[in-house]
């Protein structure tokens, strides 16, 4: 009874923290299709092909994916399967690597906006002057999103510990149990040969006839 309530509180924990995953995703998602629109709506007034917005494309993908990461956390919190789990925070680790490599490449690199594609939409600069100006609120929502993150790999590591609930199987196939059933299968055990008698009690008169 502990082991599944302290299972329980652990997966309403990492669902808990995924959300807030999914929450930064959706937002990014948001902020992408607002860019998005602004960007069609100056294509359709200056009236040319310009190349793709490859800023505005990545915000974009990257909103769908922490999207995706949430239900799959989701997904893995609720059945606690191993390879759920394991899948789930190898991604995870693997996104925190990414992250720490880009932000140490924007701290340490004076020319860091060299390794980035030029951006015809002009959305990346104006992203860059947002987060220069705003940059404690930034900092305080990447952080978070961050200590979300680790926060999910540690529960889903104790979950995983946990393992899944199998007291749930147990219980059912206790209560399916057959003893109940017996005194009906002893009471047509008794009544048989009542009714097989007088076919014998026949049967042995023909033989003396």
Known sequence: MAGRVVRSCVQTALKAVNSVVGLAGMAV?????????????EVAELDKRLPVPWFIYTFLGLGIFLCLLT???HIA????????????????FVLIILEGAITVDVFLNS???????????????????????????????GLSVV?????????????RTLGPDREIGYDSDD????????????????HAPDFVEPNLFHRSDSWKV
């Open 175 to 190: 209560d399916a149990t057959v003893p109940a059933r017996l005194p009906f299968l002893r009471n047509q055990s008794q």
């Open 111 to 141: 020319n860091w906006e060299e390794d980035f594609p030029d951006d015809p939409s002009g959305k990346f600069d104006i992203f860059k002057d947002f987060v220069r100006s705003n940059f404690e609120i930034c900092e305080w929502v």
């Open 77 to 92: 919190a609720e059945t606690a399967n191993d390879h759920c789990l394991s899948c789930y925070m190898f991604i995870i």
């Open 71 to 73: 239900c799959s956390g």
């Open 147 to 159: 200590a979300a993150q680790v926060l999910s790999i540690i529960l889903g590591m104790v979950l």
């Open 29 to 41: 998602i948001l902020y992408a299709l607002w860019m998005l629109r602004a960007w069609y709506r």
